[in-house]
Structures are given as structure tokens and as C-alpha cells.
């Protein structure tokens, strides 16, 4: 291992250099150009010569001393072709819409580099109100960055070991890092540092939503984000028992958390896999699925910590919840979820059931969520439709006090959705009624209007 953390340093160490010196190339030539690992120097004055001996630290083959081109500079700029070498084996490297992509020849190592950005305005408020207070008060137009990720993925020995670290630069942390051992399709282990398999709403990427953000479902009832171990594969791909199963062994206290807990969390989820094809965890069809793609999904979740809640932020306490002693809460989770893909259709949906013990009070809480979203490209059906054109409806409601009046909340939200370059590149405008049901009386509205840029390159 310490070989492969060897080589995943110095394959990040010589990207980062080489991005600074190829954006005048770049203009030169088209983006899929390739640096071809096996090409000679174009001349003596064009690249250093390459070194055959004992293996060393890859530098960027440039003239650190040369002076920056002028604007005006009237020679032309011409695309170099460099010969890189890192541990005795060359690689090859290219840009693309899918990032900056780095591989060995013999296509064992690879580096996916990417970063993204989501901005969002919204009006009059961005989070969702929760509470009678919060209804109708926020009257403040939200123009932010949303997000900002460093992505790096890829494998180390051929297909064996997959990997992926990403960071948050808004937040300033690391929000995923892990490594997926693929022993066989039916027997997988993942160990470090991601997003719990307890619901597909929060497995889903924020950059593959249908809808600006996720529903007002996801904040009650996440695993959100853990450290731990996971076994996972699949089963009897093809037939009609293709099915998937995800066992987890969790820290249980949150992002980047030291382990907290009595006891770790442990996260069920078996997944059928209805039509024998095995759909990938984003949200509207893209690809217009001749064949019909779907899954049925179950899950259950236990774990005994301070915290009810779990975000990005790391643990916290939902409303109604002061701050716990360590293990005071116990929570227990089910899950019910669909998805169906087919010809332009997707469909969504998840039910849950929570129930937090407090060891303390010696009260239980029992909650209550679910919701359905569906989305259509018409070009499906009217071709003079944009074919990057998609519209979706999603309702969803969370009763965070089963038998208990004046808590109940709703969300119909709808959006259009352009794919200029599928999740890669796209703009979200949607609009979406927020509402809390009052015993006795009408339900207090709110309206909410949000646009949004997600972009990865």
C-alpha cells in the first residue's frame, strides 16, 4: 500500500504542476488532445530529456526562468508533447468534460481530477421553514455559492482497488475519502470515509438531483455522511433474483468525527433489482432507457449516540431536542424506496419510519416521512420539444410528531431542468409551495423560487 499511496501522491503532485503550464495549449489545440506518453521531444529546445535512471519525483518539463508572454507576442503558441515517467512507468494524460484524466500505459493506475461548482439564487428564503415562527418571516433574496468540491477518483492495480477523495472548499474539510476493494462482483469492501446506502435521496449526488436542493424528508432522516467498513456486491446479475445488498459498520457520530458511540451504527440495505439491470445511483433519465431500469429497496438503520440528526456539518439534534449526553439517543430507522427509469420517465420514491429513545427522559419519539418525484423529457414524445429539456413535479411531507397536531409539513415543488452537458452542466429553475398543517385551522403557506448553475469540469 505504501507503493500505491506513493504513486497516488506523485500523479496529483505533477497534474497540479502541469495545469500551470498548459492553459495557453489548451487554446491551441482542441480539449481531447492526449499527451502520448510514447512520443519523442518535438526538439531539444521543447522538452527535457527524458531520465533513465532510479526513479524520481516528476517536475514539469518548462522553463521555470522563462519570461510570461505578452498579449501581443505575434510567435504562435504551439502544444508540446512530454514524456512523463513516475515509478519507471510512463502515463498518459488528457482533458476532457469528465476532468483532467491521468493513466499509466499499461492501464493499471488512474486519476480522474475535477472540480465543481453549483451557485444558486433563491427568494425569499433558501432552507426550508420548519416552525409557525418561520413561516412567512424570511423575506431575504439568497445570491450564494452552494457548493465548491475537489474531486480525485480512480483504481490502483488494474481493477482491484477504487478510491476517491473529495473536499469541500466552501466548508474547508474533507467530505469523502475511501477505498472499494473488488474482490468479486458479489463480495466488495469499502472502508473510510462516505455517504450511508440508507437512502438513495442522499446517495444521489447534490450535482445529480432533479431539484435544486434534496426534500424537506432529507434533513429528518439521513445517516448522511460516516466513517467505517461496508460490505456490499451483487447477486445473480441478469435473472430475476438480481438483487443488491449494502452492510454497514459505522462510527455513528457524523462526518470526521472520533467514534462516539456505545455501540457503532449498523446500516442494513437489500436491494431488487426488478428488471435484472442494476440502475446507477443518479436522479432523471438521461440516456432515455430502452429497456426499463428499477429497483425496490429496503433499509434499516440502528445506532446509540448524543445526536439526532446527522448533516455535512456532522452531528447535530433535530428541533425539539436539546443537546445529548454521550449515547443518550437511540435511533431506530426503516426505509421503503423505488426507482424507475424508462424512455425519459423517472420515477422516485422513498417512506420512512424513525423512532429516537431518549435514555435520559425516558421518552420515546416516533416520526414519519416520505416522499415521490417524477420526471419527463417531452422530446420523447414531441420531438420539436428541446430534447435537453426536462420537467418534474416532487411532493414530500415529514410529520415529525406521530399523534401530536401542528407539525406536519409539505412540500410541492416543481422544475425545469436543461442538461447542456447532462448533470455535467446544467441550470435548474423551480418554484415550490412550503406549507405547516395547524390543527383546526388552514395550513400556514410559503413560496419559494430558486435558479441554479451545477457545473463540473
Known sequence: MTKSFRILHTTIRAASMLLLATPLAIAQEPAEAVLDAQAKPLSQEAAAPQETEAPQEATAPMDATAAPLSPAASAPVTWRTFQWTIVKTPFQMKYSRRGLELQTNDGRHTSRIRWRLQVRGSKPFDAAPRRVSQFGES????????????????????????????????????????????????????????????????????????????????????????????????????????????????????????????????????????????????????????????????????????????????????????????????????????????????????????????????????????????????????????????????YAFVDSRLGVPDDVRQEHTVALNVFLEGHSNKFTIEAGRLSLARAGMSDIPDFRYRIQWDVHY
Do not use: C
Open 139 to 394: 423575506d431575504q433574496d439568497h445570491l450564494i455559492m452552494r457548493r465548491a468540491r475537489f474531486k480525485v477518483e480512480g483504481r490502483l492495480f488494474g481493477p482491484l482497488v477504487n478510491y476517491k477523495f473529495e473536499h469541500d472548499l466552501v466548508a474547508g474539510k474533507t467530505i469523502d475519502l475511501y477505498f472499494d476493494f473488488q474482490l468479486k462482483p458479489w463480495l466488495k469492501i469499502r472502508a473510510g470515509q462516505w455517504k450511508s446506502h440508507f437512502s438513495q435521496e442522499r446517495v444521489i449526488s447534490s450535482g445529480s438531483q432533479q431539484f435544486a436542493e434534496r426534500s424537506i424528508v432529507n434533513r429528518e432522516f439521513t445517516a448522511d455522511r460516516q466513517s467505517g467498513a461496508m460490505l456490499y456486491g451483487r447477486l445473480k446479475p441478469g435473472t430475476l433474483a438480481d438483487s443488491s445488498y449494502f452492510f454497514e459498520i459505522l462510527g455513528g457520530s457524523g462526518i470526521n468525527s472520533v467514534y462516539q458511540a456505545d455501540s457503532p451504527m449498523f446500516v442494513s440495505r437489500y436491494q431488487w433489482n426488478v428488471f435484472g439491470r442494476e440502475p446507477e445511483f443518479f436522479s432523471s433519465d438521461l440516456e432515455g432507457a430502452e429497456k426499463p431500469e428499477a429497483f425496490i429497496g429496503i433499509s434499516a438503520l440502528r445506532n446509540r449516540s448524543r445526536f439526532t440528526r446527522f448533516s455535512t456539518s456532522g452531528g447535530g439534534q433535530l428541533d425539539g431536542f436539546a443537546a445529548g449526553a454521550s449515547n443518550q439517543y437511540a435511533l431506530t430507522q426503516v426505509n421503503v424506496e423505488f426507482l424507475l427509469k424508462y424512455r425519459g420517465l423517472s420515477i422516485q420514491n422513498e417512506n420512512h419510519w424513525k423512532n429516537i429513545r431518549d435514555s435520559v427522559k425516558l421518552t420515546d419519539t416516533s416520526m414519519r416521512g416520505g416522499y415521490a418525484q417524477a420526471g419527463y423529457f417531452p422530446h420523447q414524445v414531441w420531438t420539436p420539444f428541446p430534447k435537453e429539456v426536462e420537467l418534474a413535479y416532487r
